[in-house]
């Protein structure tokens, strides 16, 4: 069952080549498709290319096919193409000229940018949601542990004081920005291609402002040719969002490997968020940390993926979008998976105390010695070379305490501003 099927049969070897993973693909697209299938329906009763009577059964029907969805009854069998043949074909079985008359005034590419555009608007809102709840654990526990110091690092050389209460909250507010780049990307896939049909619009009177509303899109992609390149950039850009928060989820994962191993010591981990070896009886191993970093490093090659499939087409639909799918839609599974172990994972993180008694730490607090020398009244320079010496001779006495003001720094670390930011951005 082909859409486009004229009776002149496809070499099955092109066939398979041509549909590849699609129907497996487009079962997460199903219900997007029934949706707005019932949107293009209504419209098409209102402008009289469908009475009453075929407008409601089509509606029904389709409401039916979502329920199916749902319960997990639907499937796309190696007879159809993918979801949108798999779906006229019920209708025209159940309702005959009816489903016949579906796809009046559309076509593949504008149905599957509808189907896309609202299933990536419902991911990128959950992933905002996780991302805000990953947040807030976060945040709870920098309030927790602001005073409990850690060695702050450049370079992996000791360089000054830190603290779990500043490590927490500085992922957390990095979490906003991803916020800022998941609320771009939601504002590039809420407009309605639906109408563009092939992508040079139609010769029926459509009405493209009511399937914007029924679908609940905020805008209308007007022009039939930009809704059709939007193709490509609207999951380029939700995977660039994406990118972001593996970022995120990535380097703060490297973090709790890093200052899990013995040689740091900074955190624990209870036994059942570590693996074991098969030889080495001691061990407990991050595993779910290490797959969050390599998960996420994996996610963070999909913008280019999707840049290098996209990149040199000219406008209109070329069959090579349909590989955007095949990158695109794990890609959101594994975050969206990551995302959910890391927020069952944090609060069970356990940090540390006097971490800053061993020796080896006493160099962190030498730009507070040298500041405090700057304060009574000696040149910085001078101040840094007199610490120098001490460092030099054996002679430097660690203070071993911080007096930092400022906005963010170890001892004003402005959590209730960062929750204000997360506020006001979410």
């Known amino acids: 069952m082909k859409l486009w099927e004229k009776g002149i049969p496809t070499d099955k070897q092109i066939e398979h080549f041509t549909v590849g993973n699609d129907r497996e693909l487009d079962l997460v697209l199903a219900k997007y498709d029934a949706l707005g299938s019932i949107a293009h329906a209504k419209m098409l009763g209102q402008i009289g290319l469908l009475t009453d009577s075929e407008t409601d059964s089509l509606v029904l029907a389709l409401e039916g096919i979502i329920a199916d969805i749902q319960k997990g009854n639907f499937e796309i069998e190696d007879s159809f193409e993918d979801v949108h043949s798999k779906i006229e074909y019920l209708l025209t079985v159940k309702l005959g000229d009816a489903g016949k008359k579906i796809h009046t005034a559309r076509s593949r590419n504008d149905q599957v940018l509808v189907d896309v555009n609202l299933y990536l608007k419902d991911v990128v809102t959950e992933l905002k949601e996780q991302v805000k709840t990953l947040f807030d654990l976060m945040m709870e526990s920098a309030e927790k542990y602001q005073n409990v110091l850690l060695p702050g690092y450049t370079h992996l050389q000791i360089a000054m004081p830190s603290s779990f209460g500043m490590w927490f909250s500085a992922y957390a507010e990095s979490l906003i920005d991803d916020i800022t780049m998941l609320n771009a990307a939601l504002k590039i896939v809420d407009q309605n291609p639906l109408g563009s049909a092939a992508g040079y619009g139609s010769s029926f009177p459509i009405n493209r402002t009511f399937t914007t509303q029924e679908l609940g899109f905020k805008t209308l992609k007007y022009n039939s040719v930009a809704a059709q390149m939007s193709r490509g950039k609207s999951e380029k850009t939700?995977?660039?969002?994406?990118?972001?928060?593996?970022?995120?989820?990535?380097?703060?994962?490297?973090?709790?490997?890093?200052?899990?191993?013995?040689?740091?010591?900074?955190?624990?981990?209870?036994?059942?968020?570590?693996?074991?070896?098969?030889?080495?009886?001691?061990?407990?191993?991050?595993?779910?940390?290490?797959?969050?970093?390599?998960?996420?490093?994996?996610?963070?090659?999909?913008p280019y993926e999707i840049t290098l499939i996209t990149n040199n087409l000219p406008s209109g639909y070329h069959r090579d979008l349909q590989l955007l799918k095949e990158g695109l839609f794990p890609a959101i599974q594994n975050l969206k998976a990551c995302l959910d172990i890391a927020i069952f994972s944090i609060k069970d993180i356990t940090v540390k105390d006097n971490i800053l008694s061993d020796p080896k730490y006493n160099y962190l607090f030498t730009v507070d010695t040298l500041n405090e020398m700057v304060v009574a009244g000696m040149p910085f320079r001078d101040a840094y070379k007199a610490v120098a010496e001490q460092l030099e001779n054996g002679t430097y006495q660690s203070p071993k305490e911080t007096k930092h003001t400022h906005e963010g720094s170890i001892n004003n670390l402005c959590l209730e501003e960062i929750k204000d930011k997360m506020t006001d951005s979410y």
């Open 238 to 302: 939700v995977a660039f969002a994406m990118s972001s928060v593996a970022s995120t989820l990535s380097k703060f994962s490297m973090d709790v490997c890093l200052y899990m191993s013995q040689n740091f010591g900074f955190i624990g981990l209870p036994s059942h968020l570590t693996t074991g070896s098969s030889i080495m009886p001691h061990k407990k191993n991050p595993d779910v940390f290490e797959l969050i970093r390599g998960k996420c490093n994996k996610i963070q090659a999909l």
